[in-house]
Structures are given as structure tokens and as C-alpha cells.
């Protein structure tokens, strides 16, 4: 207190310069309108910057919980879309009335929180389980395309074979014919994948767009895969049919899982029929 005291008298007199300078200052603002105006003018701003940066900083903060909705979201508006009836019904209806709409998908949001992509047979593990509906053998997607299918299940958590697997197949199209393929992986590169089976007579070139063939009940037909990086020919066959994938498997987060709600209905009536 002392050491306050002795500081303020040491400074008196300039205090009191600037107490009368404040004064004076807010005389000035308040008798003219110019003045005034400037002075409100140049605390918006400042204020206004202030503000600007705390609500920057709210929502990055808040920026997990956004992604979070907007994933919940895309997955509503995708099990919407696969609805085979467009008729217009209430929202709960949509959701629930499978027999008269007959959907055929059901998504599920989860969000990846490991994923291996340098190894042999990869794999992701996500945040969603059997107590949230999923099953093994459900095709793994995100809005950019094929992400893997799903293997082990616990009550909270699944593991995703990803498409990075050297044992792993699927089928796969030209999104501009009806010409089939098989999609697989020689261990090389986590962008590129390979097209194998595919007949000479289908005319493809660079840059063509690979799709999910839908001949399974893991994957809907037209889900993106990649486009014709390069290919060779030989014996009139095509080989070293490389695809450039749309994902980026190194950084992949929030993914929506794919229940084909036929799949019994199919493989029961395949296996009386191969009896």
C-alpha cells in the first residue's frame, strides 16, 4: 500500500494531466456530433474485432459437435433418398415405414477413430457397434466413395477391412456401360487400386469414373470408387488396370455404414435356389 501511495504522489502532477485530458476528451465527444460519431465509429470497430475473434475461437470449439450434426444429417437425407416410393408422407413414417415405402438402405453415422493404411490388410476402427445395429459384412462409405466393409463387431466399436486389403474384392462397373470388374489391391500405393477381370471389349480410357456394380448385398450399384489412372494391354486382355481412388484413405473421419435390409431375403432365396 505504501509503495502504491508513494507512486501516486511521485506522479501527481501527471496524473492529473491526464485526468484532465480524459476529461477534456470526453467533453469534446460529447458536445459535437462529429466527434461522437468517430468515436462510436472507431469503438465498433475495435469492439467489433474483439467479438469477431471470441466468436471465431466459440466456433472452432464447437466445430466437432457441427460435423457431428451435419454427418447425422447427410444420413437422414440419404436413407431418404433410398426410399424406393417418393410419395410424400410424414417424417416419422419415412423413417419407420418400411413395408409400405419399402427402403431398401438404412445409414448409420459413425466416426473412424483408428485407421491403419501402410500395411498389408488394413483396417479402420469405428465408434458405432451391435448395440447401434451394425452387423459384419455392411459396405463402409463417406460422401467421397467406398471406404471398406465392416468385419469384427463389439458392443460399441467395429473394425472396417478397408479397401487397402490384398485379400479383398469387390465388384465394381464403368459408371458409362454395364461392363463388370473386380476392384483389388497389389500393396503399392494407398491412392491407387486395381481393376481386374474387366472383358477387352470394354472400351475404357484415362479418366474414366469407376463405380460399385450393386451385383452383392454389401454396396448399392453407382457408389463412387475412383477414375482410370493408366492401364496395359496384353494377349487381347487388359491388365494393370490402375484406379485412382476418390478417397484419400490416409485421412478419413466421419463415415456412414450401409445396411442392405434385403440381404436375408436375397441370400435365403439364392441358397434354396442352389439347393
Given at each position: 500500500m505504501q509503495q502504491i501511495l508513494s507512486f501516486f504522489f511521485?506522479?501527481?502532477?501527471?496524473?492529473?494531466?491526464?485526468?484532465?485530458?480524459?476529461?477534456?476528451?470526453?467533453?469534446?465527444?460529447?458536445?459535437?456530433?462529429?466527434?461522437?460519431?468517430?468515436?462510436?465509429?472507431?469503438?465498433?470497430?475495435?469492439?467489433?474485432?474483439?467479438?469477431?475473434?471470441?466468436?471465431?475461437?466459440?466456433?472452432?470449439?464447437?466445430?466437432?459437435?457441427?460435423?457431428?450434426?451435419?454427418?447425422?444429417?447427410?444420413?437422414?437425407?440419404?436413407?431418404?433418398?433410398?426410399?424406393?416410393?417418393?410419395?410424400?408422407?410424414s417424417i416419422d413414417s419415412l423413417i419407420t415405414d418400411t413395408l409400405n415405402f419399402h427402403q431398401k438402405y438404412r445409414f448409420t453415422s459413425a466416426k473412424t477413430i483408428n485407421n491403419e493404411f501402410r500395411k498389408n490388410n488394413n483396417y479402420l476402427t469405428i465408434n458405432k457397434g451391435s448395440n447401434h445395429g451394425i452387423e459384419p459384412d455392411l459396405g463402409v462409405v463417406n460422401s467421397k466413395g467406398i471406404i471398406g466393409i465392416t468385419r469384427s463387431i463389439s458392443n460399441n466399436y467395429t473394425t472396417v477391412l478397408s479397401v487397402l486389403n490384398v485379400n479383398y474384392q469387390i465388384n465394381v462397373k464403368l459408371s458409362s456401360n454395364n461392363y463388370f470388374g473386380s476392384l483389388s489391391w497389389d500393396n503399392k500405393d494407398y491412392k491407387t487400386v486395381q481393376l481386374l477381370y474387366l472383358p477387352i471389349q470394354a472400351s475404357i480410357k484415362i479418366g474414366d469414373t469407376i463405380v460399385t456394380g450393386g451385383?452383392?448385398?454389401?454396396?448399392?450399384?453407382?457408389?463412387?470408387?475412383?477414375?482410370?489412372?493408366?492401364?496395359?494391354?496384353?494377349?487381347?486382355?487388359?491388365?494393370?488396370?490402375?484406379?485412382?481412388?476418390?478417397?484419400?484413405?490416409?485421412?478419413?473421419?466421419?463415415?456412414?455404414?450401409?445396411?442392405?435390409?434385403?440381404?436375408?431375403?436375397i441370400k435365403?432365396?439364392?441358397e434354396n435356389t442352389s439347393k
Open positions: 511521485k506522479n501527481k502532477y501527471f496524473l492529473t494531466f491526464l485526468s484532465l485530458q480524459f476529461i477534456a476528451l470526453f467533453f469534446t465527444i460529447q458536445s459535437h456530433s462529429y466527434h461522437k460519431s468517430k468515436f462510436v465509429n472507431s469503438s465498433n470497430f475495435i469492439t467489433g474485432g474483439i467479438y469477431n475473434k471470441i466468436n471465431n475461437f466459440k466456433e472452432f470449439i464447437l466445430l466437432k459437435n457441427e460435423n457431428k450434426r451435419l454427418s447425422e444429417e447427410n444420413i437422414y437425407l440419404k436413407n431418404l433418398i433410398y426410399l424406393q416410393n417418393k410419395t410424400t408422407v451385383k452383392s448385398t454389401i454396396f448399392p450399384e453407382g457408389i463412387p470408387v475412383g477414375t482410370i489412372k493408366d492401364f496395359k494391354t496384353k494377349n487381347n486382355n487388359y491388365e494393370n488396370i490402375n484406379i485412382t481412388l476418390f478417397n484419400d484413405m490416409s485421412a478419413i473421419s466421419y463415415v456412414q455404414i450401409i445396411d442392405n435390409l434385403d440381404k436375408l431375403e435365403t432365396l439364392e
